[in-house]
């Protein structure tokens, strides 16, 4: 009896302490350095794609800010600093996202919190050692391209274009590879419903391999816009094509 009272006790202090309810996310931000007065922008894109909305507005006191709203499923946001160039991407989700603002380099603010978040920086951080190899090869040859360029010397400029290209190909192959393990490997990362979206807009992708891994996801990702845009591109991939095909109908049937 004791036990369960005990049990009982640790699930009210638990429940006491949470700050997120159901469908609620708080982002609690830490801006050390940043004047008083500063605005923060919460944006997401809108519809169409090619514009961004404001979903919260707040300002900077004593180097803090505070967000709270809604959320149903993940979706990615940003968090944009007045009078800086670069934003700061996010998943917005259910739980508390903490935010560091870096003043100096905006680029490594850090975001961590929740899961999807822990698992996005973790995958940024894989991809970008990844993606080193090109920038890698950029610095060690601009002085040499440049130069290439100025006394129009074809054979140099040929050789090194055909050098990065090889390495650009190289990079692409290995960073597929990584996306497709990490989908077959975090079936309940938004990440990797983004991932298999991203397969399906590929002419070239394999449709058996990537139902193969939506099957694999957990249904609340299934139920996450990019979820119902794989279930939707699956269908349409699957769907009789040629002599024998029904015609569909003004109705969509």
Do not use: R
């Not at 940003?78 to 996202?97: R, S, T």
């Not at 040929?158 to 990079?171: A, D, I, P, R, S």
């Not at 992708?205 to 794989?230: M, R």
């Amino acid at each position: 009896m004791k036990k369960i009272i005990l049990l009982l006790s640790a699930a009210v202090v638990l429940i006491a302490c949470s700050k997120v309810g159901k469908d609620e996310y708080i982002i609690t931000g830490t801006a050390t350095g940043i004047e008083n007065g500063k605005t923060i922008i919460l944006e997401t894109q809108d519809e169409s794609g090619m514009g961004l909305l404001a979903k919260d507005t707040v300002k900077v006191e004593n180097g803090k800010f505070e967000m709270k709203g809604k959320i149903t499923e993940p979706a990615f946001y940003m968090i944009q600093l007045e009078g800086a160039q670069a934003k700061i991407p996010l998943i917005l989700e259910n739980g508390e996202v903490k935010i560091t603002i870096d003043k100096d380099s905006i680029q490594n603010s850090k975001v961590t919190g929740t899961y999807n978040n822990d698992e996005y920086t973790s995958f940024v951080a894989e991809t970008t050692k990844i993606q080193k190899k090109l920038m890698d090869f950029q610095n060690k040859n601009m002085q040499a391209m440049n130069a290439a360029q100025q006394s129009k010397d074809t054979v140099v400029i040929n050789g090194l274009m055909k050098e990065f290209n090889k390495l650009q190909e190289e990079v692409s192959v290995t960073s597929k590879a990584k996306y497709v393990t990490y989908a077959e490997t975090h079936p309940k990362s938004f990440i990797s419903a983004l991932i298999i979206q991203g397969m399906l807009n590929d002419p070239t992708a394999d449709v058996a391999k990537s139902e193969k891994l939506y099957n694999s996801l957990e249904e609340s990702l299934k139920n996450t816009k990019p979820g119902k845009a794989i279930k939707a591109k699956l269908t349409e991939l699957k769907a009789p094509t040629g002599v024998g095909a029904s015609a569909p109908t003004t109705d969509g049937k």
